[in-house]
Antibody, heavy 124, light 112 residues
Framework: EVQVVESGGGLVQPGGSLRLSCEVS????????MSWVRQAPGKGLEWVANIKQDGSERHYVDSVRGRFTISRDNLKNSLSLQMNSLRAEDTAVYYC?????????????????WGQGTLVTVSS | QSALTQPASVSGSPGQSITISCTGTRSDVGTYNLVSWYQQHPGKAPKLIIYEAIKRPSGVSNRFSGSKSGNTASLTISQLQPEDEADYHC????????????FGGGTKLTVL
């Protein structure tokens, strides 16, 4: 059974930092691109960042580049998101999501396994 | 990189068909067939229902189908059922931009 579990969310003041973690089991973590996707209250999904299977390539949405850092540990089947200089507009549920693989093809921009999300609230 | 454009809401009656559009640009939808669609029920995580614009993952009902023409991708749900009421999100690979992926704003489907 596939399990994706995020943790680390909470209430933080503007300008503060938070580190999100994602632990996975039930699939071969090292074979997948991994992403963080967020959803502000009552809004649509927003892709935040992704990281290649071996960690050699990372991409970020413009609004978080330079403030957030995505990383992974394939030995521990874990994904992290270090969030610095947080702003009110970063308030959202943050989902950890894997790419999608079928046969020998893996897609980094299609998302198969999702966690239930962790809520980050940036407020004074 | 701007979000893809989706209608805020659509509605249909049980048994009918509906189509949700997702409009991008030549930089994303228009160049790549890497469009995916997600169904999201309230308080739940999204579920992948279409990938590569027209393909269904194993286990997804064939009532869901995808298409693409130019800069616009579409999701069609046929034979609407009450449990189809949910939010639907489209997503596209962006490619050469530093931004890798972009989502649409989401569409609320109401089954009347």
């Amino acid at each position: 059974e596939v399990q994706v579990v995020e943790s680390g969310g909470g209430l933080v003041q503007p300008g503060g930092s938070l580190r999100l973690s994602c632990e996975v089991s039930g699939f071969t973590f090292g074979n997948y691109w991994m992403s963080w996707v967020r959803q502000a209250p009552g809004k649509g999904l927003e892709w935040v960042a992704n990281i290649k299977q071996d960690g050699s390539e990372r991409h970020y949405v413009d609004s978080v580049r330079g403030r957030f850092t995505i990383s992974r540990d394939n030995l521990k089947n874990s994904l992290s998101l270090q969030m610095n200089s947080l702003r009110a507009e970063d308030t959202a549920v943050y989902y950890c999501a894997s790419g999608f693989c079928t046969g020998d093809v893996c897609y980094r921009s299609s998302f198969d396994y999702w966690g239930q999300g962790t809520l980050v609230t940036v407020s004074s | 990189q701007s979000a893809l454009t989706q209608p805020a809401s659509v509605s249909g009656s049980p048994g009918q068909s509906i189509t949700i559009s997702c409009t991008g640009t030549r930089s994303d939808v228009g160049t790549y067939n890497l469009v995916s669609w997600y169904q999201q029920h309230p308080g739940k995580a999204p579920k992948l229902i279409i990938y590569e614009a027209i393909k269904r993952p194993s286990g997804v009902s064939n009532r869901f189908s995808g298409s693409k023409s130019g800069n616009t991708a579409s999701l069609t749900i046929s034979q609407l059922q009450p449990e189809d009421e949910a939010d639907y999100h489209c997503c596209s690979y962006v490619g050469s931009s530093p931004v890798d992926v972009v989502f649409g704003g989401g569409t609320k489907l109401t089954v009347l």
